[in-house]
T-cell receptor
Framework: GDSVTQMEGPVTLSEEAFLTINCTYTATGYPSLFWYVQYPGEGLQLLLK?????DKGSNKGFEATYRKETTSFHLEKGSVQVSDSAVYFC?????????FGAGTRLFVKA | DAGVIQSPRHEVTEMGQEVTLRCKPISGHNSLFWYRQTMMRGLELLIYFNNNVPIDDSGMPEDRFSAKMPNASFSTLKIQPSEPRDSAVYFC???????????????FGPGTRLTVT
């Protein structure tokens, strides 16, 4: 079945450092890919998405490119802030279901 | 729009008691999902509804759990009897899914933190 694998955390960075969180997927067909973010005490919210191969999703300085050849959707940000501290979930949709990765916790130090 | 509304936000109950969690999805959405989140098991899909009909309840852990969606604007998740291992944050999410579109976003509520002592 469909699955999503993302790098284990926690990831700890200093403010203004470069961020990469790896995500790979297994799916039949052509899923859409997402990154969701969960801030402390809140539900998940959509960060960005890409619906087809080579699409780049971007939002709030974050970006991710749908790579069909490597079945990947890595999340990147050039300069993280303390306010980016959260848990990040990679996900794909196929049919009615959304398959979520395990989540990667990010800590950003001032 | 107020977003997905869940109540209560926090629930503390004793083992053996019945617990009912409530969810109001975003108006116009046709799909509703219940999730459970714990440190050990992460985010687990319990059940989802499409047009008020349960489509897949394979994630419901056991018969103590039941969910209903009597209309498009309300759903409940009930645990009877509750056990300490049910302690978790329970999220409701809604979405508008069409047969011709696969890139649907899920909108999550703030969650209900359940503690069973």
């Amino acid at each position: 079945g469909d699955s999503v694998t993302q790098m284990e955390g926690p990831v700890t960075l200093s403010e203004e450092a470069f961020l990469t969180i790896n995500c790979t997927y297994t799916a039949t067909g052509y899923p859409s890919l997402f990154w969701y973010v969960q801030y402390p005490g809140e539900g998940l919210q959509l960060l960005l998405k890409a619906t087809k191969a080579d699409d780049k999703g971007s939002n709030k300085g974050f970006e991710a490119t749908y790579r069909k050849e490597t079945t990947s959707f890595h999340l990147e940000k050039g300069s993280v802030q303390v306010s980016d501290s959260a848990v990040y979930f990679c996900a794909l949709t196929g049919g009615f279901k959304t398959i979520f990765g395990a989540g990667t916790r990010l800590f950003v130090k001032a | 729009d107020a977003g997905v509304i869940q109540s209560p936000r926090h629930e503390v109950t004793e083992m053996g008691q019945e617990v009912t969690l409530r969810c109001k999805p975003i108006s116009g959405h046709n799909s509703l999902f219940w999730y459970r989140q714990t440190m050990m098991r992460g985010l687990e899909l319990l059940i989802y509804f499409n047009n008020n009909v349960p489509i897949d309840d394979s994630g419901m852990p056991e018969d103590r759990f039941s969910a209903k969606m009597p209309n498009a604007s309300f759903s409940t998740l009930k645990i009877q009897p509750s056990e300490p291992r049910d302690s978790a944050v329970y999220f409701c999410a809604s979405s508008l899914i069409s047969s011709s579109e696969s890139s649907y976003e899920q909108y999550f509520g703030p969650g209900t933190r359940l503690t069973v002592t």
